[in-house]
């Protein structure tokens, strides 16, 4: 059984290494978040001791759950919460996090900047971005996320690394990924948080700089 998570692992490395090449990118250029939601710390385990050390989580409490046990092992790990942020929970995804990728509204930046402040932590940040302008999903719209990364900076002090986007599930993922590309030049963002499981390679020619890969590693969630 680990056998199989570990031959996933490795084939997605390759993959990610083979889009670089083909992109004409370093292979270094993109980071692979492994996203570890619903998984628990045995199964985790094995991939951190295949050397995975950037881990993605869409949920606070669940993350808090399982990961300061994980940390006692292995010291290096950089933690990613890639899922919606209550405000209410901005101090805990502080205290957790490494990065948060899904910053989306003034509340949450102004919450952010807050609890940056009160625990001296510093956690990375990426805006997400609604590319494909869907009511149920997260993420500012795509004609504010300019004026919102600047506001992040001027008005709460917040350094912006990145963008983030998670495409509608019927839509062809390469128009997404350029617009949020062309989005990122426009506000000044070096980082391109983008492409899953089924599109982290079209990401990769996309000039994505992380790709957060669950089930082609983990395999499929059981939601219960
Ligand atoms: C679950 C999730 C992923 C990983 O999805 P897979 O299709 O399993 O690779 C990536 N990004 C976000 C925001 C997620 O919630």
Not at 69 to 97: C, H, M, T, W, Y
Not at 155 to 178: R, S, T, V, W, Y
Request: with cysteine; net charge negative; charged share 30%.
């Amino acid at each position: 059984m680990d056998n199989a998570l570990l031959e996933r692992l490795e084939t997605v490395r390759e993959a990610i290494a083979r889009a670089c090449r083909e992109a004409g990118r370093p292979e270094d250029a993109v980071a692979l978040v492994a996203v570890s939601k619903t998984h628990d710390g045995e199964a985790i385990l094995p991939v951190l001791e295949a050397g995975q050390r950037i881990f993605g989580e869409n949920k606070v409490q669940e993350a808090k759950a399982k990961w300061p046990a994980l940390r006692e092992r292995f010291d290096d790990i950089e933690l990613r919460l890639i899922g919606p942020l209550q405000s209410n929970k901005a101090g805990e995804a502080v205290a957790l996090f490494d990065v948060i990728e899904s910053v989306d509204r003034e509340k949450i930046a102004r919450e952010l900047a807050k609890e940056m402040t009160k625990q001296g932590r510093r956690p990375r940040l990426y805006v997400q971005v609604n590319t494909g302008e869907e009511e149920q999903k997260a993420g500012i719209a795509t004609t504010e996320a300019v004026d919102f990364v600047a506001r992040c900076r001027d008005e709460h002090g917040l350094q912006i690394e990145g963008l983030m986007c998670i495409p509608p599930a019927d839509d062809k993922p390469g128009p997404h990924f350029a617009l949020l590309e062309k989005i990122a030049r426009e506000a000044g963002v070096a980082k391109l948080s983008m492409g899953m499981s089924g599109d982290y390679e079209i990401a990769i020619g996309f000039g994505a700089t992380s790709v957060r890969v669950g089930s082609a590693i983990f395999g499929a969630r059981d939601y219960g």
